[in-house]
């Protein structure tokens, strides 16, 4: 099993070695190549992925337009949350930024793991307050920050999408246009 994805697991929940094996055993190793669609908008989503390698993207189309809502890069883990925990068909696409290599982690796995050990339950529940104040951060950067403000957090906090995610990419996840991403880059 890799390093990195127990490394992951264990910055969620500290496990046993017993609870850790159990859970490292449940996953699937995927390598995906550039553009290679893990989650599709309709689908419903049964799985949550790990990045070990590469990143992943979510978007949404809108009137044929894509709007990126969240990058993934190494040592995340991404699903479609609402879509996970309620059945419902997803609105979101998750795609390979790059060529990456993600785990899988089974809905119908995990939920028997959770009835099994105590502390893959306990994994489960971090992650998932994990995942919504990651959300919740997403969110706030658009209620409380101006355009230029945006991008000096990104700058300060996820410096990986300047250098790895196009303009036309970082532009839309921001929820500007590119030709005002460049001027404030201009600017600073």
């Not at 609870?19 to 449940?26: G, I, K, R, T, W």
């Not at 390979?96 to 959770?114: C, D, I, M, R, S």
């Not at 230029?148 to 990104?154: K, S, W």
Request: proline share 2%.
């Amino acid at each position: 099993m890799t390093s990195s994805l127990e490394a992951g697991i264990q910055s969620i929940a500290e496990l046993s070695r017993d609870a850790s094996d159990l859970l490292l055993h449940a996953t699937r190793q995927k390598p995906l190549a550039k553009g290679q669609v893990l989650l599709s908008e309709g689908q419903v989503c049964k799985t949550i992925w790990y990045v070990e390698k590469g990143y992943l993207r979510t978007f949404y189309n809108k009137d044929g337009k894509e709007i990126n809502t969240r990058f993934s890069f190494e040592n995340e883990f991404v699903t479609d949350l609402k879509s996970l925990r309620s059945g419902v068909p997803s609105a979101c696409w998750i795609q390979a930024g790059e060529a990456a290599v993600v785990w899988e982690f089974a809905k119908e796995t995990l939920l028997e793991l959770y009835r099994q050990s105590a502390e893959i339950e306990s994994f489960g529940r971090n992650l998932l307050e994990q995942m919504l104040v990651d959300q919740e951060d997403h969110a706030n950067l658009f209620r409380i920050h101006s355009l230029t403000e945006r991008y000096a957090y990104v700058v300060r906090h996820f410096p990986q999408l300047l250098q790895r995610v196009s303009l036309s990419q970082l532009s839309s996840y921001l929820g500007m246009a590119r030709e005002t991403v460049s001027r404030i880059r201009k600017n600073r």
